[in-house]
């Protein structure tokens, strides 16, 4: 199998060891959780509508670092600090995203980096 790590200018720098994706086999990109971080590294704090925003931003940067879209998304995974911010954040998503719509799971969790409320990652293809 070949792994290719991807990093891309102008996406918020990592905040740990990992790649902002990874191309598998030529044509499965594995695109790292992006939580609401500027460029400049700045947390987007408050409401998670706002956070949600960010993180989007970030993938379409991402995505259009290897010459891709939101089109090309095959699979998310939405990481939320509590469920009742589901709401809020999936009115957000549901704008990104065009009929027919990627595969998505969505769960709670204890924590997130930097205390933030979301973390999405997704799956695309070539």
Sequence with gaps: MTREPI????????????SH???AQGTL???SGQIPLTAE???IAGPVAAQTEQVFENIKTVLAGMGLGL????????????MAL?????????RYFQAPFPARS?????????????????????
Excluded at 7 to 18: D, F, I, K, L, T
Excluded at 106 to 126: C, F, M, Q, Y
């Design 106 to 126: 969505t769960v709670a969790v204890k924590g997130l980096p930097r205390n933030v409320d979301v973390e999405i990652e997704v799956i695309a293809v070539s």
């Design 7 to 18: 990093n891309v200018e102008g996406a918020p720098p990592a905040v740990g060891p990992y």
């Design 29 to 31: 990109h594995f695109c």
């Design 21 to 23: 994706a990874v191309k």
């Design 71 to 82: 089109e090309n998304v095959v699979k998310t995974t939405v990481f939320l600090s509590d």
């Design 41 to 43: 590294g700045q947390l």
């Design 86 to 94: 589901f709401a809020e954040m999936n009115e957000v998503y549901a």
